[in-house]
């Protein structure tokens, strides 16, 4: 060992004779040297290794939630705007008091909502000849921005309440949101076809989400040089919109669709043979979100792709109140969406929270736990009309909680670990409910057909078989309702 540590020393130590100049190595260098090597046991001389960079194990898989609610407006029917809140039948409140009960709910990576409003902050805009015109000022949208409010569709019938000015004010104020932060993607109206069908692009905890809007459009259909939004009644219009989206480069792809009869628990036929079977069976959309109805239609899954086909309301003073409408029509529904990242990079989703809501005409809330219960196996019974095994399709239902929120998982989301596997233990389904609350609900709601044949009735030929859409398909129904229902969905000012 010790002839072994003098040749090192002198190594060290060493002359170094660099074109003729001798150069004696520091002190650093004769450390670093000693430390770079070592000896065996038998005084053999070996080199030391640095520590090898361990590679990195498998990525971790992302993950995000969204919550979603359905129609949002902070303004009656014609009431004058102001900057600090909103009327009801005279009744003034400011931004802050509407949405207090709504504030805590808002609480997921993206947040969705249908605005269903002209935003502006002009008193002397035209109104368009409706019978129900809603503007919302441009601070009533930057508060619900503020409170959390990210993703916001806009491709509704009451887009275009004001008028092709109107359209351009939403569009402009929705930009300046966007621009100053908090908002990160609006999707429906804009100034021209291309406009209003382009995905909107946004990033959300290393992954990319797009989002597109089409609906109802009430004679405000975009074109080449017209402002307006994509209209669902239009097969042209559904293809184009559906395609671009289908296209996007995006981790995640979600559809906003304001379709429906108001007031109607029915899903459409329609609605079906697009959304599930030409949209989510074929890729296109990973969620979809739809509204208009003004009540809560059931919720589908279709291999960890959501669709839901009406939410109700969330929160709009130009509404009538619907607690007088009984069980299965009263409420409206709040959801929220747990997505995580499979072993292929496919997003999924893997629980769903749902909360019923009340009050959704003025301060909207929670619904308090025992009534919400209920509403959640109303929302199971919904369900039941929307299994459809030959397609992968299931209707979600929803397991109550103590809180009156429902909880929906994926078989094996108890395994996933992290949020979603502490959230989904212990999870076994739902429950059957007791005798006399399915008695109440099939009152509520049995008499109402839960899917519908399209307008004219009689038998539906045999489903399409799942492609893309196209422009020569079948334009989906009107959504018509008698004139009494308008009233009753409705508010004056």
């Known amino acids: 060992m010790s002839r072994v540590l003098h040749a090192i020393s002198l190594a060290v130590g060493l002359l170094v004779s660099l074109e003729g100049t001798a150069v004696r190595a520091s002190e650093s260098?004769?450390?670093?040297?000693?430390d770079h090597l070592s000896l065996t046991d038998g005084d053999t001389l070996v080199k030391h290794e640095p520590p090898r960079e361990v590679p990195d194990g498998p990525r971790a898989r992302r993950s995000f939630t969204v919550v979603v609610g359905g129609d949002l407006g902070?303004?009656?029917?014609?009431?004058?705007?102001?900057?600090?809140?909103?009327?009801?039948?005279?009744?003034?409140?400011?931004?802050?008091?509407?949405?207090?009960?709504?504030?805590?709910?808002?609480?997921g990576d993206l947040n969705f909502a249908n605005l269903e409003t002209v935003v502006t902050g002009r008193n002397d805009i035209v109104p368009a000849d409706k019978a129900f015109n809603f503007r919302t000022?441009?601070?009533?949208?930057?508060?619900?921005?503020?409170?959390?409010?990210?993703?916001?569709?806009?491709?509704?019938?009451?887009?275009?309440?004001?008028?092709?000015?109107?359209?351009?004010?939403?569009?402009?104020h929705l930009?300046?949101?966007?621009?100053?932060?908090g908002l990160l993607a609006h999707a429906g109206v804009g100034g021209d076809r291309e406009a209003a069908s382009r995905p909107q692009l946004v990033q959300v905890k290393g992954a990319t989400l797009a989002f597109s809007a089409l609906g109802i459009d009430s004679g405000g259909r975009a074109g080449p040089q017209r402002p307006g939004l994509m209209a669902w009644r239009s097969p042209e219009d559904v293809a184009h919109v559906v395609t671009r989206l289908r296209s996007a480069t995006a981790d995640v792809r979600l559809l906003s669709v304001h379709q429906g009869i108001e007031r109607s628990v029915t899903v459409e036929r329609d609605a079906i043979e697009i959304l599930r079977e030409q949209v989510v069976l074929t890729g296109a959309a990973d969620v979809v979100v739809g509204h208009h109805a003004h009540v809560v239609q059931g919720v589908e899954i279709v291999d960890g792709r959501v669709i839901f086909y009406g939410l109700g309301n969330l929160l709009h003073p130009g509404m009538q109140n619907m607690s007088a409408f009984g069980m299965c029509q009263d409420y409206g529904l709040m959801a929220k969406l747990h997505l995580l990242e499979d072993a292929?990079?496919?997003?999924?989703?893997?629980?769903?929270?749902?909360?019923?809501?009340?009050?959704?005409?003025?301060?909207?809330?929670?619904?308090?736990?025992?009534q919400a219960t209920e509403r959640v196996h109303v929302l199971n019974h919904l369900a039941t009309a929307l299994d459809a095994p030959s397609a992968g399709a299931k209707g979600v239902r929803f397991a109550p909680r103590a809180d009156g929120a429902g909880l929906y998982c994926a078989p094996d989301a108890h395994a996933d670990g992290g949020p979603i596997g502490a959230l989904c233990a212990g999870w076994q389904g739902a429950p059957e409910p007791p005798a006399v609350l399915n008695a109440r609900i099939a009152s509520a709601c049995g008499s109402?057909?839960?899917?519908?044949?399209?307008?004219?009735?009689?038998?539906?030929k045999g489903r399409p078989v799942p492609g893309a859409i196209t422009s020569s398909s079948v334009a989906p129904s009107p959504t018509t309702a008698p004139a009494a229902w308008t009233r009753q969905v409705f508010a004056g000012d």
């Open 29 to 34: 260098e004769r450390l670093a040297l000693l």
């Open 74 to 107: 902070l303004g009656a029917h014609s009431a004058p705007v102001r900057a600090d809140g909103a009327f009801r039948h005279g009744e003034f409140r400011t931004w802050a008091a509407i949405t207090a009960g709504l504030a805590p709910l808002i609480d």
């Open 137 to 172: 000022h441009p601070n009533g949208a930057a508060h619900l921005v503020g409170l959390g409010f990210n993703l916001l569709s806009t491709a509704n019938n009451h887009a275009i309440d004001y008028g092709v000015a109107g359209v351009t004010e939403t569009v402009r």
């Open 175 to 181: 930009d300046g949101l966007k621009q100053r932060g």
């Open 344 to 370: 292929t990079g496919r997003f999924r989703v893997r629980a769903i929270e749902a909360i019923p809501l009340t009050d959704m005409h003025w301060i909207a809330r929670r619904m308090p736990a025992r």
């Open 448 to 460: 109402r057909p839960l899917i519908a044949d399209r307008t004219g009735g009689g038998s539906v």
